[in-house]
Nanobody, 118 residues
Framework: QVQLVESGGGLVQPGGSLRLSCAASGSIFSIYAMGWYRQAPGKQRDLVAT???????NYADSVKGRFSISRDSAKNTVYLQMNSLKAEDTAVYYCNARLGNSLGPLLWGQGTQVTVSS
């Protein structure tokens, strides 16, 4: 059974930085893509960034130039480096992974709170 385990969330001041990690564990043949989504209170869950097994990345307009997604394929781990954080970045951040190929099962982490104080 595959699990996604997140770490790195917490409280940070505006302008500060935070790094989130998400490790996939279990019997994994391959991971097609991994990504981060976020959901603020009263809002829908939105894309933050994704990265494929080939290294192709995609970012929400609101985080371009500030956030960077990366992966360590050998460790089945994805990272989200968040710089120049704003109060508007406050949300629950969810890691996800699509297994196998573009039509494979989609797995979600439990979510981790990121709070940017003002």
């Amino acid at each position: 059974q595959v699990q996604l385990v997140e770490s790195g969330g917490g409280l940070v001041q505006p302008g500060g930085s935070l790094r989130l990690s998400c490790a996939a564990s279990g019997s994994i043949f391959s991971i097609y893509a991994m990504g981060w989504y976020r959901q603020a209170p009263g809002k829908q869950r939105d894309l933050v960034a994704t990265i494929t097994s080939g290294g192709s990345t995609n970012y929400a307009d609101s985080v371009k130039g500030r956030f960077s997604i990366s992966r360590d394929s050998a460790k089945n781990t994805v990272y989200l480096q968040m710089n120049s954080l704003k109060a508007e970045d406050t949300a629950v951040y969810y890691c996800n992974a699509r297994l196998g190929n573009s039509l494979g099962p989609l797995l979600w982490g439990q979510g981790t709170q990121v709070t940017v104080s003002s």
